[in-house]
């Protein structure tokens, strides 16, 4: 089939035995690639009930099909395995450039098994693999860390470098992995679990191609993608002002969440961390993932002041409102010092803000004190503070290893109610897009398979008007501040996102395209004669499996839940007075996925998608 | 009595109506970026016999000239924003959120992005006035 390799590798950690395997066809069919096939190689030969740090737990890292192929928005890949934050299923994908190289060595996806008992790296240069010594190498920061391999494996030879930093070694719970400095595999808690192997790096140089099964057929499709995603105004607004852009425009609708998500409006803080905000003050210049004709990655420098950052990749929207208007930060370059941070330490921003803005909500109430924090303020707006708490937690140091655990978990050792501003789903803390703005975007959350998630389905660019696929079924335009028809909604952008995640094509370019833009990119790559329904059904069959890992791994109807926080309504803003009708959402989705009433799919809905090994394990 | 979409009586009773926002007074307060223009396609099946242009002379929260003119001439313009009819009904009728519609290709916008953005609350009001305009449309 075109598009892949033909080769996953297995390494065994504990007794470093090196073994290649391929897929089965009829899995490259049934779940394409990324995480939807990670998740067939975890059920297929992995325990769910393993400890997530345990050797037990596999870490797989796996490209798709498209990956490397230079249609627009195929450089990602992604890292999956238990999470060692929710204690479900875990994944991440993140773009950059490790996907595409490790492609280009003839690989399609590497799984980790066991653990060394020193630290080491891994060395993959096309044939040739090795896993070496890094006992020199713990420790480093990733920015260090990336450096020095590159310099140890032939700068000019371009090798790329997947690494993590001291939050993985320590193991803390939310720690990333990072591609080349800028870009992360974030949500999760992945850099625990590749920490957990004492496994450092992953360097990867690679000379050959990608093949597609329609030559020609690619050539032409590819040509008029580009331009399509490039000329594209959603593209043009990220090309000037990188995700950010979502700072000032969702102030408006009501989309972003502010001081732990009580207060409803500050056009000041917009205006600040924003998207101009960032281009006018801090840019240096943009910069791309391979193939990208939208160049969305900023690249930025504080000159001077107590933020003053060297060069460096630039905080996403994510990170700007975790680390902004969630903690009352009016000051963004404490936002870039502190995503400079998080990238060098190696931790998920989202999490990692939002554990701070939980810790300083519990500071207010006298939950923690400055005696607790040794000596630091945790006052709302202070972002030295909250730095300062980030090292703390990156180094599992006094209160720093109780939010090392996440939100979820330090709220249940503060007690005294402090599980009431936490706000996660599933153990996972929610992105900042409030669902009292976008109904949907909650319903999506409750049911997403790693907990809160704004990313494996295509929910926010649909609901938000940013793309619609009306060939897919989708309706032309959607209202946030309703529950109606939101069921139906979730459902399509989860069948539709979930192929697109399993093919790695980023969400930004998927909402420059059409669904039949998609399922061409497919056809001219592999070769499989697929339609929309086809693409559609990978998508539902990938949410089928993904769901019933988490029923297998503890998960049933009562996780399906939103927080408190977020169904008490704002007193201010655009999203005032409007909460998601959750038992309306749940009854519809439950109803339309075929869902039993404890959060199982039903035998009949398993089989109906070729999931009969599922079906006997959740139904006997 | 209901005013023509688009025709030059439309088009001064928009300019009164910005004038009178409060709102518009507020959020508009920190433009100075230069004429905003809409460029309205032409549909003949309708009565539309050519492209038409909308130019909004706006500063600091005024609106100090609002007219008729050809779309040429709103090309000039440093912000130009072009829909087909069915789009600008749409606009008008709170159907569809012009920033929304320029995301989904809907509308084409000319013009520096990140200003448009900073000034989003103003685009909002605006359109806010152009609701307060008893409009006929030439389809209906």
Redesign the interface.
């Known amino acids: 089939m075109g598009g892949y390799t033909g080769k996953i590798l297995e390494i065994n950690l504990s007794n470093g035995k090196i073994e290649t395997k391929s897929i089965k066809e009829e899995d490259q069919r049934k779940f394409l690639g990324g995480s939807g096939l990670a998740a067939k190689i975890l059920f297929d030969f992995f325990d769910t009930k393993v400890d997530p740090l345990s050797p037990e737990n596999p870490l797989i890292v796996m490209t798709g099909p498209i990956v490397g192929t230079q249609f627009p928005g195929t450089s990602r890949f992604a890292v999956c395995g238990k999470s060692p934050l929710t204690g479900i299923w875990g994944e991440g994908t993140c773009g950059g450039n490790f996907g595409p190289e490790l492609k280009f060595a003839g690989i399609d996806g590497i799984i980790f098994k066991g653990a060394s008992s020193t630290p080491v790296y891994l060395i993959i240069e096309d044939n040739k693999i090795e896993i070496r010594d890094a006992k020199d190498l713990w420790g480093m920061d990733n920015y260090t860390l990336t450096d020095s391999l590159k310099e140890r494996h032939g700068k000019e030879k371009r090798p790329k470098v997947l690494s993590i930093g001291p939050a993985g070694e320590n193991l803390v719970k939310f720690a990333a992995i990072c591609n080349d400095k800028g870009d992360f595999i974030g949500r999760t808690g992945m850099g625990a679990l590749m920490g957990s192997k004492r496994l450092k790096a992953v360097v990867v140089k690679g000379t050959k191609r990608v093949e597609v099964s329609h030559p020609d057929q690619y050539s032409a499709l590819r040509q008029s993608l580009i331009t399509k995603s490039r000329d594209a105004m959603v593209a043009q607004s990220l090309r000037s002002m990188g995700s950010d852009a979502g700072m000032d425009l969702g102030m408006m609708t009501g989309d972003i969440p502010i001081k732990n998500w009580v207060v409803g409006e500050d056009f000041e803080l917009s205006a600040n961390l924003g998207g101009p905000s960032l281009t006018e003050k801090y840019l240096t210049r943009n910069h791309a993932c391979s193939f990208c004709p939208i160049a969305c990655k900023r690249v930025v420098k504080v000159d001077n002041g107590p933020f003053k950052t060297d060069e460096g990749p630039g905080p996403e929207y994510e990170t700007c409102a975790t680390f902004g208007t969630l903690i009352m930060n009016y000051d963004l370059a404490g936002v870039i010092k502190a995503n400079e941070w998080c990238n060098r330490y190696g931790m998920d921003t989202i999490t990692c803000g939002a554990t701070i803005a939980f810790a300083m909500e519990a500071f207010e109430k006298g939950l923690i004190t400055k005696k607790d924090t040794d000596g630091i303020d945790l006052t709302w707006g202070n972002i030295t503070g909250a730095i300062s708490l980030l090292h703390k937690i990156a180094k599992g140091e006094g209160i720093g290893a109780v939010l090392s655990e996440g939100s979820r978990e330090a709220a249940k050792k503060l007690g005294k109610g402090a599980e009431e501003f936490s706000v996660e789903v599933k153990g996972l803390e929610v992105p900042m897009h409030d669902p009292r703005g976008f109904h949907g975007m909650g319903l999506a959350y409750m049911t997403s398979i790693r907990g809160g998630c704004h990313l494996m389905h295509l929910a926010l660019g649909v609901e938000q008007g940013m793309s619609t696929y009306t060939e897919a079924g989708f309706q032309e335009n959607y209202i946030g501040q309703t529950s109606e028809g939101k069921a139906e909604m979730i459902k399509l952008c989860e069948d539709l996102g979930l192929p697109c995640n399993s093919l790695l094509i980023c969400e930004y370019v998927a909402w420059t395209l059409s669904a039949n833009d998609l399922v061409e990119m497919v056809r001219a790559t592999t070769g499989f004669d697929f339609t929309l329904k086809d693409l559609l059904a990978c998508g539902e069959r990938t949410w089928l499996l993904k769901r019933g890992l988490g029923n297998m791994m503890g998960i049933n109807a009562k996780d399906d839940r939103l927080p408190k926080r977020i169904l008490t309504p704002l007193k201010e803003g655009a999203a005032a007075g409007s909460i998601p009708d959750v038992e309306k959402l749940l009854r519809e989705y439950y109803e339309i996925r075929g869902l039993n009433e404890d959060g199982r799919p039903k035998r009949e809905v398993l089989i109906k998608a070729g999931l009969e090994d599922l079906a006997k394990k959740l139904h006997g | 009595m209901a005013l023509t979409f688009p025709s030059a009586e439309w088009v001064e009773e928009f300019k009164r109506q910005i004038n009178l926002s409060e709102a518009y007074k507020k959020a508009g307060a920190t433009w100075t970026a230069g004429v905003v223009a809409l460029i309205i396609s032409a549909k003949p099946e309708i009565g539309l016999t050519e492209d038409v242009g909308i130019w909004l002379d706006l500063h600091q929260g005024v609106c100090r000239d609002a007219k008729i003119v050809a779309a040429e001439e709103a090309q000039k313009a440093p912000f130009c924003i072009t829909g087909d009819y069915v789009r600008w009904k749409q606009v008008i009728k709170k ?3 012009p ?7 809907k509308l ?2 000319k013009g520096d ?3 448009i ?2 000034n ?2 103003g685009a ?1 009001e605006l359109v806010e006035c152009t609701t307060r305009i008893d409009t006929k449309f030439f389809d209906e």
Not at chain 2, 99 to 105: A, E, L, R, S
């Open positions: 159907e569809l959120e920033v929304k519609g320029m995301m989904q290709g084409k916008l992005l990140p200003t953005v900073r989003v609350k909002q």
